[in-house]
T-cell receptor, first 116, second 112 residues
Framework: DTEVTQTPKHLVMGMTNKKSLKCEQHMGHRAMYWYKQKAKKPPELMFVYSYEKLSINESVPSRFSPECPNSSLLNLHLHALQPEDSALYLC???????????????FGPGTRLTVL | KNQVEQSPQSLIILEGKNCTLQCNYTVSPFSNLRWYKQDTGRGPVSLTIMTFSENTKSNGRYTATLDADTKQSSLHITASQLSDSASYICVVTAGYGNKLVFGAGTILRVKS
């Protein structure tokens, strides 16, 4: 299985809602990532988990809260988002080892988030 | 400052024609360089990944080149197909694999 899956595909939420994005991989990868991508822009790294521990937080606002329950799952909890947070949220995974981001990253299809 | 610049910003070609996309980088220390293809609204898919010692790598109709001396890479697409219409993103890994630097991408449109 060389696939990264993400649910839901689309999400519309109000600014007072709490929602979660989910990501799953079964490739035995020990590094997982969250990216945010605005239209016609490259992905921007948000968080990196390596061996289920948060290793990189790119100064992301606290209204985004990542969680890695086990080596196959990665969640992104959303609370009190702003309309400007509307974007495509991508999950990726790669081999977890020294120099985590040295290795090829496999991306999921993304969740299209709209904040009203 | 670590930067990756891609050109052209966008490109339109006829089906069956070849094209070449460019990537210039000022990333140090360099670990590897990747090309991704991203369809609209989908996640990026890896095409090639090259380390310092590799100067050419092919994946079907896609051929990437790397000149580590001039810090330039290119992605050549042969006999383009309508399905090649996508954004092509150049990504350079910096340091000891602890930083990725993304280019802005080239939007390719192949028309019949």
């Amino acid at each position: 299985d060389t696939e990264v899956t993400q649910t839901p595909k689309h999400l519309v939420m109000g600014m007072t809602n709490k929602k979660s994005l989910k990501c799953e991989q079964h490739m035995g990868h020990r590094a997982m990532y969250w990216y945010k991508q605005k239209a016609k822009k490259p992905p921007e790294l948000m968080f990196v988990y390596s061996y289920e521990k948060l290793s990189i937080n790119e100064s992301v606002p606290s209204r985004f809260s990542p969680e890695c329950p086990n080596s196959s799952l990665l969640n992104l909890h959303l609370h009190a988002l702003q309309p400007e947070d509307s974007a495509l949220y991508l999950c990726a995974s790669s081999q977890g080892s020294y120099g985590t981001m040295m290795h090829e990253q496999f991306f999921g299809p993304g969740t299209r988030l709209t904040v009203l | 400052k670590n930067q990756v610049e891609q050109s052209p910003q966008s490109l339109i070609i006829l089906e069956g024609k070849n094209c070449t996309l460019q990537c210039n980088y000022t990333v140090s220390p360099f670990s590897n360089l990747r090309w991704y293809k991203q369809d609209t609204g989908r996640g990026p898919v890896s095409l090639t990944i090259m380390t310092f010692s590799e100067n050419t790598k092919s994946n079907g109709r896609y051929t990437a080149t790397l000149d580590a001396d001039t810090k330039q890479s290119s992605l050549h697409i042969t006999a383009s197909q309508l399905s090649d219409s996508a954004s092509y993103i150049c990504v350079v890994t910096a340091g000891y694999g602890n930083k990725l630097v993304f280019g802005a991408g080239t939007i390719l449109r192949v028309k019949s």
